[in-house]
């Protein structure tokens, strides 16, 4: 009886040591990342949503070994970026935003499309407005920097109600109200967006040296991408931007 | 009069000529300053490598999973991080993924587009990543080269990759 407890206490401790040799990525089941806003994968819940030029693709990833394709629909032209939001999608595309229901998550249900001029344009979602940028660039020919500030509480019925001249705003994020933005050579841009019809008034913080093209704002951690590598910020309600660290990218 | 009429009539001979050119199957050339890079459907099913980390050279899209962060090289692959200390960020590996430009993970699996096709790789271990799954030609080829002056017909057996600037 008692050598059994032994054995048990002991296949306990084997177990743990395997636990501790990947530390690094062990998590529990059903977790995902974060992306930034330029991104064209989304995982949420069991599917994995991707966009291409014209469609929208569902997989299922009950069982990312088993991972297999459930279905495309067709949504436009020009399709860029993908934004999940429980059980929403936002899609950024060159003529607008797109805004799907996957309540049935093997059936994207559209709802409703918010339009602009075309451009290019991510998309990120915090309470009851959509950010949207609108640049002009190489395949978007056209000549509008803007944040656009978007009311969506009503699904069906997005409308504009506020926008702001911007330079040249490529990806941006929002955490709690601290709106981050990437405005190409003008440089990362913060706003207190806690009022969203006066963000403009309400820049707290540009840094013209940090030239990222898209960002991703999580619990107090910055990551920004651009050209010359990777950098980390730790930032804060009070947005006081603290360096972490630089990756410098090699060309 | 007459003379009106037959300078009519030949320059609507010359018209004509442009049609029967067209109709013609001549070989489309190639006008634009790229050209096309093609894998076989072998090469692309072999083209996924492990390997030990290197530098950041055209960072594109990031993601960040629990302590782990994920840089894509555009077009090449995904350097992988431990950033468990943010302040200094730990190079670990780099996947080779031909055409990858977008990536996300979901329970320890990483999901990347590799050209048409989409790969899932279990990075549960890092000494030890491997690929589990490959859904084949679920995104479409990028045919048209990047200065638009030129459309690669689509051919089942070669899978267009990239577009290469000529020499």
Known sequence: MKASKYILISILIIFTACEDSNELASVAPGVTGVGGSLARFAVSGDRLYTVDNQSLNVFDVTNPAETEKVTTAQIGFGIETIFPKGDKLFIGAQAGMFIYDIADPDNPQYISEYQHVVSCDPVVVEGKYAYVTLRSGNNCQRFTNVLQVVDIEDLSNPFLVAEYQMHNPHGLGIDQGVLFLCDGDDG???????????????????????HAYDVI?????????????????????????????????QP | MKKTYIL?????????????????EEPIINDSNFEPIFMTREELNASIEVTD??????????????????????????HIFNNINPRNPQNLRFIKVPGNLDIAVKDNFL????????VVLDISVIQNIKVVKRNENVFPQNLCAPDGWYCEPENPDLILTGWKEKN
């Open chain 1, 188 to 210: 990362l841009k913060v706003f207190d967006a806690s009022d969203p019809l006066d963000i403009s008034n309400n820049q707290v913080a540009h840094f013209d040296d940090i």
């Open chain 1, 217 to 249: 704002p999580f619990n107090g951690q910055l990551m920004l991408v651009g050209n010359d590598g990777l950098a980390q910020y730790l930032y804060d309600q009070e947005i006081n931007l603290d360096s972490l660290s630089f990756i410098a990218a």
């Open chain 2, 8 to 24: 009519l009539f030949l320059s609507l001979l010359f018209t004509l000529q442009g049609c029967l050119y067209f109709v013609e």
């Open chain 2, 53 to 78: 980390p290197r530098p950041l050279q055209h960072p594109g899209k990031i993601y960040r999973f629990g302590n782990l962060m994920f840089i894509n090289e555009v077009g090449q692959g995904v």
């Open chain 2, 111 to 118: 999901f990347v587009d590799n050209v048409v096709d989409l």
